[in-house]
């Protein structure tokens, strides 16, 4: 007897479960991870529903297998996810350079909590941002979503394998521990209502000789494993066919172009914001759960008379320059609100700055969501 | 008994070396010259004494050696 | 008269039309021996997904053969070789690598999944070395050797026997080889593929331009005539005593077992979850 893989309808609904379940409506087969506090409930979902579905989890020996083992099944033709926290990504990020390198869909949840190091488990901050995007060595570009609710933990699961298997990329899912943690409702809804995209592949019959499988600005197909493709995939530096080179710099240059403009070229169809600033002099900019106070905060204001909007970031990365800059043209004051010491700040500045004044406002300590109360304060302060 | 040397595979007698070491019946001897690359191939000095045993196509470790003539061998004449 | 052609040289990728290992280097007879097993059995490489890390070793399967291959990351080859086992469960799954690859950095995988007895094959290339960056300690080169890290002699004290240590973890088949046994390396390697289960296979291998000049060997005649003499087959290793064993290489299949494969495990799980059971 199996279960359905989408479990639609209205539903009281942890964030960590509805990520999960968004994973099995979206395809996901293959999922491995490790245990860690704040990401567990994911592991527990994947592990309890993906058998029933045909699929299954593996808990491996460590977060540095977990996703070898991922971008492996992927490799096999399997959609392939796996979910952790700070500690995990940092060590999987060797590993995920080499998905970037070769092109492998995946996704990645990143349950963000306190840290540097071990930190403080159960309590969200926004303190891997910068990481998700510039944490494995050299230049690349990534996708990440920033879900604000348990609605959005299904939602945007479901949108990053879209954009993995259609881009053939890694792509995080990047939550924090109150997102993952809090109850909230989830519609969870009809299959025939939900988009599956699947990685293009060669024809089968191709002759392996043709197949050119790395390097498109528009996406190469996959020359996925166990078809007759005989791929060659490899973590060195490599052209359209995927042979090494580890001696020509051309190669080289092109490899790290070819790669990042994959995404740069299609940023317009990645980016995704939630724009409510129409006729605003103060904008606050925020992502995640940060967003939440920032949409209490401008709506009390408003209240008040204050001409203050919202920009919410939804794909924090790849950064979305051009929303910015277009709301910095509105706008007289942007206020960035992040649970960290600035982290997405510096790069929403350096787009913004030419247009308006930027400034930041971390929570009174970094570990809580701001308070709308004292965003308010702030607001007040910038418009005297 | 057929030898046949893919001499622009071999990495040479004298950093290698292994065919001639191996064969027991003193079938090879370096060539004079040396290949594309500036290794010297071995050459077959006495083709009548091969037993066939295929010790040198084995051990070389560049695929630079095929004999043949064995039963029913998959290698044989194409 | 039609032209002789070496039998495996269809296995080699169109592409390449040498390898770049060092002139002697046993990594070439490793090829050559898994590529005979493959022949010998009747198989297509399309049967097979390669998988291997970094390190001289983890070339024998990346560019050369023509096949689906995976080169990975420093020390991770059977964590990805786990996962496309996983997607692919009808396809021979085999990991070719280095003992610095395998055992090193890669050590905790090669234990944990020898203990899963996960249903792969896994060559362990051992030379005693780090080739490929220039000749450093690895944890299997002996003491005393000066090295480029090691410049006053190793000091510590290497592995004495990976293959007993894949044993203890709970691999359900182990051989040790070396490249002076071609043959019986192929012959082992046809078990290795056509059996369920962790199949660990350890060949000792020269590397005449790294650890030999190091080690003072003259060159891959001598360090295989000197596997050879110090070869020594399982079953006699038991006639003697621990002195007379110092220095020798037991050589052969060292275990051979049934025990639970996990990939089919999982199978029984997944039955047992979608029958409601838990």
Known sequence: MNEKRVQSGRYFMMGNVACAEGAIAAGCEFAAGYPITPATEIANTLAERLPKVGGAFFQMEDEVSSIAAVIGASWAGKKAMTATSGPGISLMLENIGFAIGVETPCVIVNVQRGAPSTGMPTIGIQGDMVQAKHGSHGDYQIIALCPSSPQEMFDHTVLAFNYAERYRTPVFVLSDAFVGHMREEVTIPEADRIERVYRKIPPPGTDPLEIKGFLDEDVAPMPIFGQGFKAHVTSSCHDEVGKRNLIDISALDKFIRKLSNKILKHRDEITLVEKDYEGAEVVLVSYGAVARAARAAALRAREEGLPVGTLRLITPWPFPSEEIEKMARTAKQVIVLENNLGQMYPYIKAEAAPFSQVSFLPPRWVGEIHDPEHILTKIREVLR | ?78 | MSELTHPLHRFIRPTVPHSTFCPGCGDGIVAQSILRAIDELGMDLDDFVFVSGIGCAAWIPSPLFNADVLHTTHGRPIAFAFGIKAGLPDKKVMVVSGDGDLVAIGGNHLIQNARRNADLTVLCINNGIYGMTGGQAAPTTPMGVRTTTTPYGTFENPFEDISAMVIAAGASFVARWTTAHPRELTRSIKKAIQRKGFSFIEVLSQCPVQFGRKAGLSGAVQMIEDYKKRSLLARDAGKLSPEERKGRIVVGELVEMDKPEMFEEVQKMKARAEGGVS
Do not use: W
């Open chain 2, 1 to 78: 008994m057929q030898i046949r040397i893919y001499p622009e595979r071999c990495k040479g007698v004298e950093e290698c070396g292994l065919c001639l070491h191996v064969c027991k019946k003193q079938v090879f001897k370096p060539s004079e010259g040396l290949n594309l690359r500036g290794y010297r191939p071995p050459e077959i000095e006495n083709e009548k004494a091969c037993t066939a045993c295929e010790n040198c196509m084995i051990f070389c470790p560049d695929f630079a050696l095929v004999v043949g003539g064995k039963k029913g061998k998959r290698g044989g004449p194409a």
